[in-house]
């Protein structure tokens, strides 16, 4: 199975990635540079290769891949290069910032593509008070309503 995120610049696509594979899709000296991906990033989640941590998560012979796109509007080409070839969506929206123009675009085009399954992970929860949480998660359930990925669980993180 291979996910892909989506999401605005700096809401944490690729932290996410990293917590749950352990493996930076940053590569690029400029993205290290610039603190922001450019390119496609991949990782994987394969049993005993993750870290003996992650192992309880991953039974059988199951192969998890993660394709991290870069946020940033004028990388949206290599987005949808990156978009074509998932699965399942993992859509990030920060709480500090809630729905923004990239949120909205990623989802028009993996609505396009015909994602039909995701995951929302709503992150950086730990900068804002539960009021926000609450704001950003009808925010978004809103946004997802008229999509494929209207019954989407929005997590959290």
Aim: glycine fraction near 10%; aromatic fraction near 2%.
């Amino acid at each position: 199975m291979m996910i892909g995120t989506a999401g605005h610049i700096d809401h944490g696509k690729t932290s996410l990635v990293r917590a749950l594979t352990g493996t930076d899709t940053d590569r690029l000296p400029e993205e290290k540079k610039r603190g922001m991906s450019i390119e496609l990033g991949f990782a994987f989640l394969e049993d005993g290769k993750a870290g003996p941590e992650r192992d309880a998560r991953i039974s059988g012979k199951v192969r998890i891949g993660f394709i991290d796109v870069p946020g940033h509007e004028k990388l949206l080409h290599t987005m949808i290069a990156g978009a074509t070839g998932i699965d399942f969506a993992l859509l990030v929206v920060a709480a500090d910032d809630g729905v923004m123009p990239q949120t909205r675009e990623h989802l028009a085009v993996l609505s396009l593509l015909g994602v039909r399954r995701g995951i929302v992970a709503l992150t950086k929860t730990d900068r804002v008070d539960a009021a926000r949480v609450a704001e950003v998660t009808a925010d978004i359930k809103a946004l997802l309503a008229p999509t494929p990925l209207a019954d989407a669980r929005i997590v959290p993180v």
